[in-house]
């Protein structure tokens, strides 16, 4: 058996160090670059040309319908009037007349809607081939403002419709609230006096029951006064606190009735008390003044 432990292997055979070397080998990847760069670019110009074509046929498309007998306004279809008139409502649409549908000014239309006071808000719709839709909200009278100069109908929010002529009454039977002076202009609200709390109170009147509300007229000058006028008699309330206000009073009639006063007037303004003023009574005589803890 040879011993190989004395061998020597000469110096050309021996390399100049222990770690493996790594070469790497291109094997053709730039050929399938270029390729594929190729087909990206390709891609992208098909693309372009296909959404410039699109535009280009849908202005041609554009431009025919603009202009085509088929599109021209036929109709107007409207919804939800009730108080507005023939003549408002060509006021408002009669500019559709002859006009394209996909030319109209649909925004100017309703800026002329929303400018008439019985006018709350409106939409408008095109609906092909050639009819407008217009759905109308219009304001809801809740009572007659009277200012002293003139009485006008004016909605929950406070805004003064038109002024009550006798042409023009169609039999409202509404709640009558007085503020002297109050400045008053159709389509825009009223913040004089104590408006506000005056409305507030005839919803609440108006829920509770019980009350003519055609025969309610309130003082409503300042809310602190507020002041509701029925059957002859008057009952001062002031601001604020009125489902509280209006139990102390129900309790405070039903009393007066069975004790066979008749009251001229209660003012519930302080917190825990009421002032009666009794018309007549067999017991105190006329003009009594009671003051009842609530």
Not at 100 to 115: E, H, L, Q, S, T
Not at 169 to 198: C, F, M, Q, Y
Not at 260 to 266: D, K, N, R, W
Request: aromatic share 6%; net charge positive; glycine share 10%.
């Amino acid at each position: 058996m040879r011993d190989y432990k004395n061998i020597k292997v000469p110096k050309k055979y021996r390399e100049a160090s222990n770690r493996v070397s790594v070469k790497r080998v291109s094997i053709g990847g730039l050929p399938r670059k270029r390729s594929s760069d190729f087909i990206g670019r390709l891609v992208q110009m098909l693309t372009g040309a296909i959404i410039i074509g699109g535009c280009y046929l849908g202005w041609l498309g554009y431009q025919w319908g603009a202009h085509s007998d088929a599109f021209m306004i036929s109709n107007v279809d409207v919804k939800g009037v009730r108080q507005l008139t023939e003549k408002d409502l060509k006021e408002i649409a009669g500019a559709f007349t002859g006009q394209n549908i996909f030319r109209v000014d649909i925004d100017g239309a309703a800026r002329r809607a929303r400018a008439n006071p019985w006018v709350k808000d409106v939409r408008l719709y095109r609906r092909l081939p050639n009819r407008i839709s217009m759905i109308v909200s219009e304001r809801v009278p809740v009572a007659t403002l009277d200012n002293g100069k003139g009485r006008y109908l004016i909605d929950e929010e406070g805004t003064a419709i038109e002024k009550v002529t006798r042409e023009n009454t169609n039999g409202w039977r509404l709640p009558l609230i007085t503020i002297k002076d109050a400045k008053i202009h159709p389509g825009e609200g009223v913040t004089s006096g104590g408006i506000a709390e005056a409305l507030a109170l005839l919803t609440e009147l108006a829920a509770r029951g019980g009350w003519r509300m055609s025969e309610v007229s309130v003082k409503a000058d300042a809310p602190e006064s507020l002041t509701v006028v029925y059957a002859d008699r008057e009952f001062k309330l002031g601001s604020g606190r009125f489902p509280e206000k209006l139990k102390r009073l129900g309790e405070i009639m039903a009393d007066a009735a069975q004790r066979g006063l008749s009251i001229a007037y209660v003012d519930l303004r302080p917190e825990h008390q009421a002032a009666l003023m009794v018309k007549n009574s067999k017991a105190q005589g006329t003009g009594a003044r009671v003051r009842k803890k609530g």
